[in-house]
């Protein structure tokens, strides 16, 4: 066991920092927020903790602290600019953030390093630091999945009207998510920086969107268990993939492709799927007698429900 | 138009010469309507004649394009939706809206949130929304039977009582119906009709928009009628049932079918 776990050092950290990451992604989305901020929010964590511990030799946690209150006064303003976007425009023009931090990253002189970055960032961050802070995080995050704020998350993603008209003040729950990410992700950046001693404005660019993306994508969007389903695999796969060589991109393609078409809810929700009809199996469902017209598919992407009769007109404010 | 009865009870909620054009759809063009404390105000209409639209004004969903909107006598049309939500202006509204992923009860503790207090921090590790408004809920509108089914599961009128028992659960001051029965048999619309006038016994200000005119002039105390937008007339529920220009308008379709 130990000697596994020594042999696999960097790839368990590698697999915490992709959980915060996937998290930083994930957290937003769960509101309707299709926001990548978390990424650029990487970049400043990262940057952060490498130029406080290089320069002013900060202890670990402050040198991350310092990234992630950065990263989340920045997340507030860009909420705050971006407050008019939505859907594709939004993900866009957080992508174009992260894109400026690259460049700013490349040029920022001695400061960032330029294209080299930045080297010799030790500290004292151990690994099992690293895990007890994703425990927290995912204890924190697995409370907002259920009872009022889960609810509330809920109502935000699906039907924001609705939200307001229940008292949900959904803008601000938007800005909070923004600053969420941005902390989640610059906790992330900035453990991974110190974990390397290094970080170069390769390491915070366009290529983890692509990777955070597909870690909930295949792990599953609504959970923090998809997302750690989503960064267990990737962070595993390439490792299992070795053999296939330059192949691995393409495997890497199939299987993002695959989950998007089949199940669109992630292996999470395959598994919750699989473990709810079980349940069903084994004792009736209390309630639910009447049954209107639908499908039988429990779970999944049921659709609101829509009027019976013809007239029941269908609601022009919506 | 004055109501027949001397010294009606004060306004709670009252808008004047509302409009919302949608560019050139003049979707509300200068109505306006007082709900008067305990009492159930109902808005006859046609299809089409912006009867929702007026009720997104008046919860503030939509802007306005002119009007006056004020709540216990302070104009509110700066008031956020969610605010006017806190000061206890609950609604349904016309298309069935529950959360398809939650249960019945999930969803109508969604309203007793509202009543929970705290935001921000604090929020995320509350549990639970006043129970007791939930429970009163859905005792009211009789859905204890499916309290843990999810809302595909429903009949289209177990899914309005879901709507309805979710506003209740805000426990709100005022409550506006937008077309409540629409899909509802005979006897599920008398239940909402007697619940609507417990409600009102109560002292729990209501509007109703519904087509149901016998239901209408059973259970509401006073009706506007509204057409393309506009105000035709206003009244005790006999009278503006029995006016010309409503019989035109609106049930002038009803009572050839009739004849
Ligand atoms: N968002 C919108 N954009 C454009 N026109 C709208 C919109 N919402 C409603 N309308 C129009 O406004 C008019 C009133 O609609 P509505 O308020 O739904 O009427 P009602 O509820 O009385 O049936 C209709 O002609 C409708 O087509
Ligand atoms: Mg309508």
């Known amino acids: 066991m130990s000697y596994w776990y020594d042999a696999h050092l960097i790839l368990i950290q590698s697999t915490f920092v992709s959980l915060l990451l996937a998290l930083s992604i994930q957290f937003p989305l769960r509101m309707g927020v299709f926001s990548f901020a978390g990424i650029g929010s990487y970049g400043i964590g990262a940057y952060a903790a490498a130029i406080m511990t290089i320069r002013y030799s900060w202890p670990a946690f402050a040198a991350i602290g310092a990234g992630m209150v950065v990263a989340m006064v920045a997340g507030y303003l860009l909420a705050l600019l971006v407050s008019r976007l939505d859907g594709l425009y939004l993900g866009m023009a957080t992508i174009a953030f992260t894109l400026i931090l690259t460049v700013v990253a490349i040029n920022g002189g001695s400061l960032t390093g330029g294209a080299q970055g930045l080297y010799g960032a030790i500290s004292t961050l151990q690994t099992g630091q690293v895990i007890l802070v994703c425990a927290v995080v995912v204890v924190l995050l697995a409370l907002s999945e259920r009872g009022r704020m889960g609810r509330r998350i809920d109502a935000v993603r699906e039907d924001p009207e609705l939200a307001v008209s229940v008292g949900i003040r959904v803008i601000r729950m938007r800005r909070m998510a923004f600053v969420v990410s941005g902390a989640l992700g610059a906790c992330a950046g900035g453990m991974n920086a110190l974990l390397r001693t290094t970080v170069s404005p390769d390491d915070v660019g366009f290529s983890l969107v692509v990777l955070a993306l597909t870690m909930i994508i295949v792990g599953g969007s609504r959970s923090w268990a998809g997302a750690l389903i989503g960064s267990v695999i990737f962070t595993w796969l390439p490792q299992v993939l070795q053999a296939v060589g330059d192949w691995q991109t393409v495997v890497y393609g199939v299987i993002v492709a695959l989950t998007a078409v089949y199940v669109p809810s992630g292996l999470l929700g395959v598994a919750q799927n699989g473990y709810r009809r079980m349940r069903r199996r084994s004792g009736p469902v209390a309630g639910a007698t009447e049954k209107a017209t639908g499908s039988e598919e429990p779970g999944g992407d049921s659709a609101p429900l829509e009027p019976l009769s013809e007239d029941v007109p269908t609601g022009g404010t919506r | ?259």
């Open chain 2, 1 to 259: 138009m004055n109501t027949p009865e001397d010294a009606a009870p004060p306004a709670v909620l009252e808008a004047q010469d509302v409009a919302v054009h949608y560019g050139g759809v003049k979707a509300v063009d200068g109505f306006g309507l007082k709900l008067e404390a305990g009492r159930i105000c109902g808005i006859l209409g046609p299809n089409g004649s912006g009867k929702s639209t007026f009720l997104a004004a008046v919860t503030r969903l939509v802007p306005l394009t002119r009007g006056r909107l004020m709540l216990d006598g302070e104009e509110y049309h700066n008031t956020p939706a969610a605010s006017l939500a806190h000061r206890g202006v609950a609604r349904t509204f016309q298309t069935v809206r529950l959360l398809p992923d939650l249960t019945v009860l999930e969803n109508i503790q969604l309203g007793a949130d509202l009543r929970a207090g705290g935001g921000g921090v604090k929020q995320w590790f509350r549990r639970t929304a006043v129970p007791e408004a939930v429970e009163e809920a859905i005792e009211r509108t009789g859905l204890g039977a499916v309290r843990s089914a999810r809302p595909g599961e429903l009949s289209y009128g177990m899914a309005r009582r879901v709507e309805i028992a979710r506003a209740l659960a805000t426990r709100p001051r005022v409550l506006l119906l937008d077309e409540p029965t629409a899909g509802m048999n005979q006897a599920e619309r008398r239940e909402v009709s007697q619940l609507m006038q417990k409600l009102r016994d109560e002292g729990l200000t209501q509007l109703l928009v519904e087509h149901d005119v016998p239901m209408m002039v059973d259970t509401c105390d006073r009706l506007v009628a509204m057409k393309s937008g506009e105000l035709v007339t206003e009244g005790a529920p006999a009278e503006v049932v029995r006016d010309p220009a409503v019989q035109e308008a609106y049930l002038g379709k009803r009572g050839r079918n009739h004849a």
